[in-house]
C-alpha cells in the first residue's frame, strides 16, 4: 500500500502555522525517514494524516492510501483504517498502552475490533504477536500491567499492537527516543525485520540522522514545518542538495568525533567532510581513526 501527502497543511485556531504544504510519498513496502529538528513538525504529520490532530488544528492538502483519500474521513471511518490498515506505534509506548489494563488484553483489542477471529483464535494469535516481538515467557508478559515491563518490553508490546492487524502502513514516531542505546538498537533491528518480512510500507519519523540511516531507504526532512528536501539516505548523506541537510549531517557528524555514536555513517560520508569537521570540533581526534571505526561500523550494519 502506498501513501501519498500532498500539499499537507495544519493550522491551530488562532491562524498559526504547523505545517506548510508538505508533500512526499512511500511506496508500497517502502521505508521512509522523516528527520528534522525538535518542533519541526515531524508528530503533526503523523497525526494528521491518522487524523489524531490535537483539538483545534485543522488540516487541509491529500493523504492517500493507494489512491483512496483518507484526509478528512469521518471519526469512523478513520476508526476502521487507524488498527487496521494503518498503525501507529509511539515514543513513549505509555501513551498507547492502558496503564489499568493487562498487556494481553490490549493486544486483543484491535483483533477483537478488526477481525471475526474467536475467542480462543485471538489469545492464540496475542501468544503469537508477543512471540513474534521476542518477548519470552508470553504468558506472563500477557497477564502482565505495563508498569511490571521495563521500556524495552513495553515498545515491544507496543509493537505487537500495532502489527497485531497486519497493517498496511506503520507509522513509527521515534519509537526508540526513550530507550538506552543498546535496547534502542534491539527494538530499531526488530521493527526492521518486522516490517521486511510483513512487507509493510513504513513512515519512521526521528530526529536522529544515524537512526534513520539504519532503517529508511528514502529521507524527507523538515524544518519549521515545511519540507526541505526529498531524497534517498544515500544520497542525502553523501550529497545533499540542500545546506540544511548537509548541516544536520555535519551536526551528526560533530556528534560522532565526539561521541563515537555515529554508526554506519561516519563511513558513509566524503573524506573531505571529516577532516572539516575534525578541525572545527575537536583538533586531537585523527581522521584515520575514524576511518577505521566506520568501516568496522559499516560491516556491523550490514550484517
Ligand atoms: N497541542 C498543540 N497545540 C498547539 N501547537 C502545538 C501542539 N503540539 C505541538 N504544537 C506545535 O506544533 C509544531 C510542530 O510540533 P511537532 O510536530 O510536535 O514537532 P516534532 O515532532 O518535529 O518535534 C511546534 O511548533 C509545536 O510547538
Ligand atoms: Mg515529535
Known sequence: MSLVVENLSVHTRTGRTILKDCSWQVPTGGRLGIIGESGSGKSMSALAILGLLPEGMTASGSVRLDSEEILGLGKAQLRHIRGARIAMVFQEPLTALDPLMKVGRQI???????????????????????TMVALDDTERIAASYPWQLSGGQRQRVALAMALACEPEVLIADEPTTALDATVQGEVLNLLSELVEKMGTTLVFVTHDLPVIAKVAEDLVVMRHGEI????????????????????????????SVRASDLGGCVSDLDVRALERDVQVSDPSARVSDLGVRGESEKAALHE
Open 108 to 130: 486483543a483489542g484491535p483483533l477483537r475490533l478488526h477481525t471475526n477471529l474467536t475467542k480462543a483464535h485471538i489469545q492464540e494469535r496475542v501468544h503469537e504477536l508477543l
Open 228 to 255: 526541505i528536501e526529498c531524497t534517498t539516505v544515500a544520497k542525502g548523506l553523501h550529497a545533499p542538495r540542500e545546506e540544511y541537510t548537509r548541516q544536520l549531517v555535519e551536526a551528526a557528524l560533530s556528534l
